[in-house]
């Protein structure tokens, strides 16, 4: 069965290391997509498109030099999409989900762990599931290269991008509210 993110209920986060000091968080305000469960409530695809200009890192100066061509250039890549390719069960409720990132018109494989959570009602008789992804990708494999090398050493921002989605899912055919 089809499940829709429900976008006023999910989250697209990642983070990086900033100086090598301290943890830059940030999140994509737009983004839609699909996970199908087996009839057992197994994850079996995943399908997610992302809105590359609705990054949010709680400052302005730095959200617009992440939407330039040093980072996500949305002017040419306005989208970021991943579409799962296989999915292994690795526990109860746990899976590991591979397939590929296309971001800045360069596709690559990735890999994450997935936990779902059982179909649920909610007060207004609406079933509801949900999926956390967790993972960790290197952004130069995407061609994020922009860096600032530092007079102690190290660089600005850290290559390892860590990523968490927290995804509230509602039936394909649902008019869920709330």
């Known amino acids: ?25 940030g999140k994509f305000k737009v ?5 199908d469960l087996g009839d057992d409530g197994s994850v079996e695809n995943v399908e997610a ?3 590359v200009a609705s990054v949010d890192t709680g400052v302005d100066q730095r959200d617009g030099h992440l939407k330039s061509a040093d980072f996500f250039d949305v002017e040419n ?4 999409t991943f579409r799962s390719s296989d999915v292994e069960k690795t526990g109860e ?12 018109g360069v596709t690559r494989p990735v890999s994450f ?12 008789g609406n079933d509801r599931t949900g999926v ?8 130069k494999d ?4 922009w860096n600032q090398a530092l007079e102690t050493g190290g660089v600005l921002v850290s290559d390892e991008v860590k990523f968490t989605l927290d995804l509230s899912l509602v039936p394909a055919a649902s008019e869920a509210t709330v």
Not at 77 to 80: L, Q
Request: proline share 5%; hydrophobic share 35%.
């Open 132 to 139: 956390t992804a967790s993972g960790k990708l290197n952004r």
């Open 1 to 25: 069965m089809r499940w829709t993110i429900e976008p006023t209920h999910s989250s697209l986060e990642f983070r990086v290391r900033h100086l090598g000091i301290s943890t830059v968080r």
């Open 93 to 104: 409720h746990e899976y590991r989900v591979n397939g590929e990132l296309t971001l800045r």
């Open 113 to 124: 762990t997935v936990e779902s959570t059982p179909i649920v009602k909610d007060p207004w």
């Open 49 to 51: 498109v992302i809105d």
């Open 77 to 80: 890549h306005p989208t970021m």
């Open 31 to 35: 983004f839609e997509g699909h996970v």
């Open 142 to 145: 995407w061609g994020l290269t």
